[in-house]
C-alpha cells in the first residue's frame, strides 16, 4: 500500500534561518506531487506542484523553492524565512485519476 | 484560473440532523472532485472522490454529488453525529494536475 511521510511535525525557526522541509512517498511510481501552506483558519493555499523529476510549478511568487530530486521525493526549501511564512505545511500525492493523500503536515513558526 | 467557494464557512447543527455542504468552482473543465475531511491541527483524510464523467459517490452516510455544468457539488452528511465535527474541504483538480481548494466549511455537531 501506499504511504507518504512528512517531516518534521514542528518547527519553530529565526526569522533569516533557512528551511528545509522533506516529503516522500512509498509504494507508487511516479506520483504527482504537491506542497501545500494553510494559514490558521484559513483554506489551503496551493504553492508547488509536480508531475514528474525535475518538473516543478510554482503557483505563488515568494521566497519558497521546491525540488524533486527523485520520484518520490519533494523537498521545500527557503534561503531565508520571514515570519509571514508561518503556517501549516501539507504535502500530497496523487496519481491521475486517484484521490489525493496528504500527509499529516509541519506545523511551521517563525520567530 | 480556478476559483472554488464553500458555503456556509461554518455550521452547527444538533445530532441526527441531515446537512448539506455546498462547493461551487468556476470553471467546469475540471477533471475531477475530492472532498476531504481536517480535524483541528491535523492532515487531510479523502472522503469521497467525483471524477468528472460522474453524478455522484456515496460512502456509508456521505453522498456526493457533481453538476459540472452549473459548477456546483454538495456534499450530504444523513443522521449527523458529533464525532462528524470537523471542517469539511472541497478540491477540485484541472487538466494541468492542479488541485485547488475551497476555504472550507466548519461543522459542529451538539450532541
Known amino acids: 500500500s501506499q504511504t507518504i511521510h512528512q517531516w518534521p511535525a514542528t518547527l519553530v525557526q529565526p526569522v533569516g534561518s533557512p528551511l528545509s522541509l522533506e516529503c516522500t512517498v512509498e509504494g507508487t511510481s511516479n506520483p504527482n506531487l504537491y506542497w501545500y501552506r494553510q494559514a490558521a483558519g484559513r483554506g489551503l493555499q496551493l504553492l508547488f506542484y509536480s508531475v514528474g523529476i525535475g518538473q516543478i510549478s510554482s503557483e505563488v511568487p515568494q521566497n519558497l523553492s521546491a525540488s524533486r530530486p527523485q520520484d518520490r521525493q519533494f523537498i521545500l526549501s527557503s534561503k531565508k524565512l520571514l515570519l509571514s511564512d508561518s503556517g501549516f505545511y501539507l504535502c500530497?500525492?496523487?496519481?491521475?485519476?486517484?484521490?489525493?493523500?496528504f500527509g499529516q503536515g509541519t506545523r511551521l513558526t517563525v520567530v | 484560473k480556478q476559483e472554488v467557494t464553500q458555503i456556509p464557512a461554518a455550521l452547527s447543527v444538533p445530532e441526527g440532523e441531515n446537512l448539506v455542504l455546498n462547493c461551487s468552482f468556476t470553471d467546469s473543465a475540471i477533471y475531477n472532485l475530492q472532498w476531504f475531511r481536517q480535524d483541528p491541527g491535523k492532515g487531510l483524510t479523502s472522503l469521497l472522490l467525483i471524477q468528472s464523467s460522474q453524478r455522484e459517490q456515496t460512502s456509508g452516510r456521505l453522498n456526493a454529488s457533481l453538476d459540472k455544468s452549473s459548477g456546483r457539488s454538495t456534499l450530504y452528511i444523513a443522521a449527523s453525529q458529533p464525532g462528524d465535527s470537523a471542517t469539511y474541504l472541497c478540491?477540485?483538480?484541472?487538466?494541468?494536475?492542479?488541485?485547488?481548494f475551497g476555504s472550507g466549511t466548519r461543522l459542529l455537531v451538539r450532541p
Open positions: 478540491a477540485a483538480m484541472d487538466s494541468s494536475y492542479k488541485l485547488i
Open positions: 500530497a500525492w496523487r496519481m491521475v485519476d486517484t484521490e489525493a493523500f
